[in-house]
């Protein structure tokens, strides 16, 4: 392969300068005034998660609080709540039975992030991600150091595996191979439980035209030990520019840090894209590295900094469309998404 260094720095440079050199539109060209349609909150979620998380992050909005305060009451809700499956406490636990959450915060006005990985025995880990970057000099803590600052910061400790997750995890246990010595119980008639993926991103612009957004998740059940998702790494699964807007991810989170996901979208809002196309336009950059209607989905939600939300999926049907929540001064709505393929089938939408 004629594939020198050289050539290789030589064209990394050039699609560097071609990316800094993108137009990006200027506060004031931008069709997008800040907060145009006054302030609003986006939840990932439909109609029943949709108003839970967005009543508190639009009690805060509505009167005239601060999206981070926003983003991170919604966001709680879901995080405190054992019977969601794939968020803080009642998360799906990792291979070994332990439940590791991932969570990100980023401020558009204080131009900070903050973020969490595989962080043990703390409900709240959005929480913690605030603290990352209101009360240090980094942007990241994972694992048992995560732990200590939280517990230096006062949070309570608690074990985040309830008995329904634990079972849950047990019956994929014994399940998993027969070359193993764990065993079912004879007399048990055991469905194969469903490999459970969630995540929560909330966004959220305030009455001062300031964004903020957050995502949360126990990631993907069953991972190996330390395994982080997209979701505590600022880019991939959340991103904010108070200029532009703010996007985040739900799904396959592998393939949403290798696209740089919401990020790229951010970008090509801020380049003149619609929310939606920009959203459209990340996914189809996963489908080209890795194939054509893929069987993993992955899910963007985008909030303009003018109120222009969206929601798009890989995968949906017409009768489950990706869906997602927005709040305002006029009421609750949720968004019917559009999709790139399909289930099952192959027909672009
Ligand atoms: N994006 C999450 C992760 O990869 C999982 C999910 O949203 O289902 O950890």
Redesign the pocket.
């Known amino acids: 392969m004629n594939w020198t260094r050289r050539g290789f720095l030589g064209r990394s440079l050039a699609g560097l300068v071609a990316t800094i050199a993108a137009p990006r539109l200027t506060p004031a060209q931008s069709p997008s005034r800040p907060g145009a349609r006054g302030a609003a909150v986006l939840c990932s979620r439909g109609e029943t998660w949709g108003r839970k998380v967005n009543d508190p992050a639009w009690k805060i909005l509505g009167g005239g609080g601060a999206s981070l305060d926003a983003v991170i009451a919604g966001a709680n809700i879901v995080e405190l709540d054992p019977e969601d499956q794939?968020v803080g406490y009642g998360g799906l636990p990792n291979e070994e039975g332990v439940v590791q959450l991932?969570a990100s915060v980023m401020s558009g006005k204080l131009k900070k992030s903050g973020a969490v990985g595989a962080l043990e025995r703390i409900k709240t880990p959005s929480k913690v991600a605030r603290l990352v970057m209101e009360r240090t000099d980094h942007v990241m803590l994972v694992g048992e150091g995560a732990l200590r600052f939280a517990r230096a910061h006062g949070l309570e400790e608690a074990n985040l595996l309830t008995e329904k997750s634990r079972l849950a995890w047990l019956k994929w246990k014994e399940n998993l191979s027969d070359k193993d010595d764990w065993l079912p119980p004879a007399d048990g008639v055991y469905a194969e439980p469903a490999r459970v993926?969630?995540?929560i991103n909330v966004l959220a612009i305030d009455r001062a035209g300031d964004m903020a957004g957050c995502t949360t998740?126990s990631?993907?059940a069953w991972?190996i030990s330390g395994?982080?998702?997209?979701?505590p790494i600022i880019g991939a699964?959340m991103y904010v520019d108070n200029e532009i807007g703010a996007a985040g991810?739900?799904?396959?989170?592998?393939e949403?840090i290798k696209t740089c996901g919401s990020y790229a979208i951010v970008e090509a809002m801020g380049r003149g894209t619609p929310p939606e196309q920009a959203c459209r336009e990340a996914l189809q950059r996963i489908v080209h590295w890795t194939r054509e209607n893929p069987d993993f989905d992955?899910k963007y939600v985008a909030l303009r900094r003018d109120g222009e939300a969206a929601c798009v999926g890989l995968r949906g049907r017409k009768d489950k469309p990706p869906q997602c929540s927005i709040r305002t001064a006029a009421g609750f709505r949720v968004i019917n998404g559009s999709y790139l393929y399909e289930i099952p089938g192959t027909a672009m939408r």
Do not use: I, M, P, Q
């Not at 395994?227 to 979701?231: A, P, Y």
């Not at 991810?249 to 592998?254: D, L, N, P």
């Open positions: 794939s991932d993926t969630g995540t998740t990631g993907l991972k395994r982080l998702g997209d979701s699964g991810a739900t799904g396959r989170g592998e949403v992955v």
